[in-house]
């Protein structure tokens, strides 16, 4: 079995800063996704990625950058942290056409 | 893609069996519905797939309705670590998974 990682667990910013998640996984998969979560709402997908040095905008893909490159780690970035904005980014990865692996979340806190 | 609901919460006993319902009226003849649940503090976990009829693994069934317009996820003997939201999704072949799309889901509370 392999195992999606994703580093910090916990970011606290501030407002206006720029912030970057990180994610990495060994299961040679060739997708990769980064997801939002909010307290009250579904996920919703900020960027995904098909291979190594591509990337597809998600439906909430304004505000964040994103990066992949290499197959194995896929990197998302906050372009301009919003003041008290909270949420958990998900990342996730599967091979083409099977089901999606998630890793435990990165934390966002922004005072 | 099509619409899918669920309710919002359901409650059960520990050893109860089940039957969490998702009705996706809108379902194209291309789509397959997919069951996934998120345990706090974690990502989704994927639980079963299925186009038609009944489709069973060592997790749960998935019982799909003639028309396909209904699906109802079944867990038997559910425990304390059962609790978790349920999320039904539907969505294009199987080669389209970058458009998953997760909503609110089904909350279940298990009781001792």
């Known amino acids: 079995g392999g195992i999606i990682t994703q580093t910090p667990k916990f970011l606290i910013g501030q407002e206006g800063q720029k912030l970057t998640l990180k994610c990495q996984q060994n299961f040679n998969h060739d997708t990769m996704y980064w997801y939002r979560q909010d307290s009250g709402k579904g996920l919703r997908l900020i960027y995904y990625?098909?291979?190594?040095?591509?990337?597809q905008k998600g439906d909430l893909s304004e505000g964040y950058d994103a990066s992949r490159e290499k197959k194995s780690s896929f990197s998302l970035t906050v372009t301009s942290a919003q003041k008290n904005e909270m949420a958990v980014f998900l990342c996730a990865s599967s091979i083409w056409g099977e089901t999606l692996y998630f890793g435990s979340g990165t934390r966002l806190t922004v005072l | 893609l099509a619409k899918t609901t669920q309710p919002p919460s359901m409650e059960a006993y520990e050893g109860q069996e089940v039957n969490v319902s998702c009705s996706h009226t809108n379902i194209a003849t291309s789509e397959y519905i997919y069951w996934y649940r998120q345990v706090p503090h974690q990502g989704p976990q994927f639980i079963i797939q299925g186009y038609k009829d009944y489709v069973v693994n060592e997790v749960a069934s998935l019982f799909i309705s003639a028309d396909r317009k209904l699906s109802t996820l079944s867990l038997p003997w559910v425990s304390l670590r059962d609790a978790a939201v349920y999320y039904c999704i539907v969505t294009g072949n199987p080669g389209n998974t970058r458009k998953l799309i997760f909503g609110l889901g089904t909350t279940l509370q298990v009781q001792p």
């Open positions: 990625s098909i291979t190594e040095n591509d990337l």
